[in-house]
């Protein structure tokens, strides 16, 4: 029996205030994790509503030290369940001079919802809450279980995701489960995203002298700087092939379902470069070639790099340390342990023992398969609510190492789709640094979120 | 027939106190070109102390924007010249948290004469002055003529001394100049510097994006900072060799005379390690060929690096920019236009023509042949003076633009000697970047200059 949307949307249409209400009590109130700043008095928030929503809930602790993840669940008649996965945290408002009204004070112009979180990702926690209730009141019990887990760690990497993963699994079995992020394209497309690249995050420090020295001396005294350049330049070819053995073994070539989801994408190449400023990609790539390139190479980036004076003018120095740092995207089956091992033994080959090598991030790639049932299910009702082909990314460019530990301990089926409000339509004007983009569309982003949990419906 | 200081060091000993007090009215009085802090007020202090002196002064300009020149001269008896060349501006004090005394506030502890410029270069200056005193006091009219350049932005680079000398050739004329500098041995022995290598500064700079962008899309965007990397690696091998074609062309090789000089110095091996905090030289080089390097070896050095996220932990960033400054440090007859040419060839030859290339600093090396007449003299008087031989050395790892104008545009045998307090003996234990050692053994450092001027009592 197809899914029935109209009586829930009837209901979001008419409570829309309601759910304008739901996000700014959210956007409101603080939760920096990276400043513990607002977090104890956030994870309450967060439970009460979905308490108030139907859900059982509970906190999930690793350690008491950190941030607890709220978990709540809601049982529904049948045994189909899907997992939602959010997070309350938010990344720091600084530079607070950039902003046009203070970042937890949300503030509506021209339309739009701007405050730290309203996209990533209170945005997305408002609008499933909302449909969820527009659902519960229209249909009363619902047909499948929702379970939802809503961490608070996110935008500092989630250093306790894994362990969280590791210790509840049995509370984050299901289905399939929905991600953050993603929404439409520009034409209007439904997008999904399906995965994202593995990462290691890796420092590379040198010692030289004890301490910087005059460069009076450098025939003599040996050069942190010079080290760590020809080190750096040891691991890849002008041309940008990773040069460490075997760091390609593992790369399995994409199937014919991604390439040809690829194909489908449109043309974004005079956006992109006007985006990123730049004149032409790497070796002169456009087109599909390019899209292949961005979904399924590994990269070896320099994130960072630091040594001596770095002012205006002259200091005529031989500095004593000299810092990069790096990091490797990882497509499927690269193994971020199996490619550190691989570097250390490749630097050491070349004879550089004196670098130090630091692991700062690492995470495996996740990918769930077009093929995948939960895909194509939730393709099919993206497609019908839009009246449009859904665009599929395989493989994002980002990481997300909460993504690596649910798969690795759950081991479900999740993708990012529509509803998932996530990097929605107009406003990502800001740098990179700053994540937010200061803007919702509330009503349809609660209608696009209400279609999804139209797989419930699916189940009646 | 012999000189005979016997006369002069008794004025000075029993005009001890006048010498300290001339040093802490020098010391006492802010100069800070970088900061152009009291420079105006330290220019009319020094004339005054010349003028004082008996010398008749003028003020060199070559901009009413900068700090003029300080010129006297004191017309003697017969025509032998000589030129003094000392600055009175001091680099900055910061940090102050560092200082025991106020940097302006001149304060003797344990016998030491603490204040900011005490050693660079005002020390010098007191010295000078009281032995002239001393000198006039016992003998009356002097037996050779003294010119004296005291310039005010030595310590930013000697950025207008150039031009004053090219438009003050004629004052500038001597038959030898004294520079500033040097000192004695730990063991006594009369240090006597006879040059400086030459400097090519130069700030790479590669943009390749036009803003910082994520990390996830390093597959498509160009970098900045592997260009830069492959670009600094191209410079150099790994053993240390510049690669830039015809850098090493000008090189002259040392004379019998400079290696024999350097045979004589002590060997410091233990201690340059322990001052630099390093197990080893480059190569393992230790003794006379250690010496050798140092002296002799053009070198490409990395003075500083920055791209991108530099701090603690993760940024998935990939920088728009990076940027190094390289110093190479000439010896004769490199010429640092040719090097600057020479590079710029050499990247455009490797196809780095997005890197752009800036000069910060170019000066020629300077290099006094022992066997100048004037050396000679010099050597001969420092020898009788200390009751051992002097300690050559040929050519310093540092570089002074200043003294490669004044022998372009003058054309003077020069040197630095004892009596030049420079950096004398004890304390140098700050950090690099503070070329202030804060101690002045007053009366020794008097006689010591008083010896010098002693080469006036040869002309008697």
């Known amino acids: 029996m197809p899914p029935t949307p109209e009586l829930p949307i009837t209901y979001l249409n008419t409570h829309a205030d309601e759910a304008i209400e739901l996000l700014t009590q959210l956007c409101r109130q603080p939760s920096i994790a990276a400043q513990n700043n607002g977090i104890e008095a956030m994870t309450e928030l967060t439970e009460q509503l979905l308490s108030e929503s139907g859900f059982q809930t509970q906190r999930l602790y690793y350690t008491s030290k950190a941030p607890p993840a709220i978990y709540g669940e809601l049982r529904g008649r049948g045994p189909y369940t899907l997992l939602l996965y959010n997070h309350y945290d938010v990344q720091p408002a600084e530079p607070l001079d950039l902003w046009q009204s203070p970042p937890f004070e949300p503030t509506i112009r ?34 499948i279980t929702l379970r939802w887990i809503i961490e608070g760690e996110e935008e500092i990497g989630s250093p306790h995701f894994e362990e969280i993963a590791e210790k509840y699994t049995e509370l984050l079995q299901a289905d399939g489960c929905l991600w953050e992020g993603a929404g439409f394209t520009e034409e209007g497309h439904p997008a999904l995203n399906l995965g994202t690249k593995g990462l290691l995050y890796v420092q590379l420090d040198v010692q030289g002298v004890g301490i910087d020295a005059h460069s009076g001396k450098a025939p003599i005294l040996p050069s942190a700087a010079w080290r760590l350049v020809q080190a750096l330049a040891s691991l890849r070819t002008p041309a940008g092939q990773v040069r460490i053995p075997g760091f390609y073994a593992a790369v399995k070539a994409p199937t014919e379902a991604q390439l040809e989801a690829l194909m489908q994408q449109e043309n974004k190449d005079e956006q992109l470069k006007a985006a990123h400023q730049v004149e032409q990609f790497v070796d002169g790539l456009s087109g599909m070639a390019l899209r292949e390139r961005a979904a399924f190479a590994p990269t070896c980036n320099i994130a960072g790099l630091n040594s001596g004076y770095t002012g205006e003018g002259v200091k005529t120095v031989l500095p004593a340390r000299a810092m990069a740092k790096i990091d490797f995207r990882l497509v499927p089956e690269q193994d971020p342990h199996d490619i550190l091992e691989k570097l250390r033994s490749y630097l050491h080959a070349q004879g550089y023992d004196d670098i130090n090598v630091s692991v700062l991030g690492a995470a495996g790639p996740v990918v769930t398969p077009i093929e995948d049932p939960f895909v194509q299910k939730i393709q099919r009702i993206a497609e019908a609510f839009a009246d449009k082909p859904a665009r599929i990314t395989p493989l994002t460019g980002g990481s997300l190492p909460l993504l690596d530990a649910l798969q690795r301990h759950v081991g479900l089926p999740g993708l990012s789709a529509p509803g998932n409000v996530g990097y929605w339509g107009v406003g990502h004007t800001r740098p990179m640094n700053i994540f937010d983009c200061p803007t919702w569309n509330a009503p349809f982003a609660i209608t696009a979120t209400c279609s999804y949990l139209l797989i419930m419906l699916e189940h009646r």
């Open 110 to 143: 021209e339309g739009k919802f701007f405050a730290r979180g309203a996209v990533d990702n209170k945005g997305e926690i408002a609008a499933r809450l909302a449909a969820i209730r527009a659902l519960r009141a229209t249909y009363g019990e619902l047909p």
